[in-house]
């Protein structure tokens, strides 16, 4: 089964999708599920620096009490999945084109997505800077990778323009926010959904798929 997730990397609803997704697949244990990670940038033109968190926050969505209420649901939604969000931790919103690249990195070596998971730990329930090379070496040293090399990869621009590429190919499909699956390259559903409603979804795709090889069609 191959599966598609277009997320960023400091998107909280991304990290409970991933965890839903998760707990879906662990219901399937037969399943050979082939996870795929493309990245939409929540803040395209955000500086390399980043910038305040909280402040950015109360100025997206209108204000102290408003961000507040939205980290409370985004708590208890957490919490279900067995993540501790820790906000007040949370110094900066990052540019995350480099922790994409990251993320794209390891992907070459399998192992993206135990580098989404250690990403989102680092973000949001131990405040660390992920726009910050020096963390995201770390990190990736953290998870076995060669130090020099990744430092080499990180401070060149390759993979730069691959990453920025995917905004405007997430919007070619219809994709205006995350997170987003796409079942077999063509059944897809947004936002952190139910596991429930992800395994309704893979259920879908798996029966089209059957439906392809009995009429001797290799699926696209």
Known sequence: MHIDIIFDTICPWCFIGKRRLE????????????????????????????????????????????????????????????????????????????????????????????????????????????????????IGVSEGFDEQTLRDYLYSDEDVADVLEQNPRSHRLGISGVPAFIFERQFSISGAQDPNVLERMLNIAEEKQREFYEAGVQPV
């Open 23 to 138: 707990e879906m697949l662990s219901r399937r244990p037969q399943l050979n599920a082939e996870i795929y990670w493309h990245a939409f940038l929540l803040n395209p033109d955000m500086p390399p620096e980043g910038t305040d968190f909280h402040g950015y926050m109360r100025k997206k969505f209108g204000g102290e009490l408003r961000s507040e209420r939205l980290f409370n649901a985004i708590n208890q939604a957490g919490q279900s999945v067995g993540i501790e969000f820790d906000f007040e931790l949370v110094k900066r919103t990052p540019n995350t084109i480099d922790s994409h690249r990251l993320v794209r990195f390891a992907a070459r070596q399998n192992r993206a997505t135990e580098i989404v998971e250690t990403l989102y730990q680092n973000y949001f329930m131990a405040g660390r800077d992920i726009g910050n090379r020096s963390v995201l070496i770390d």
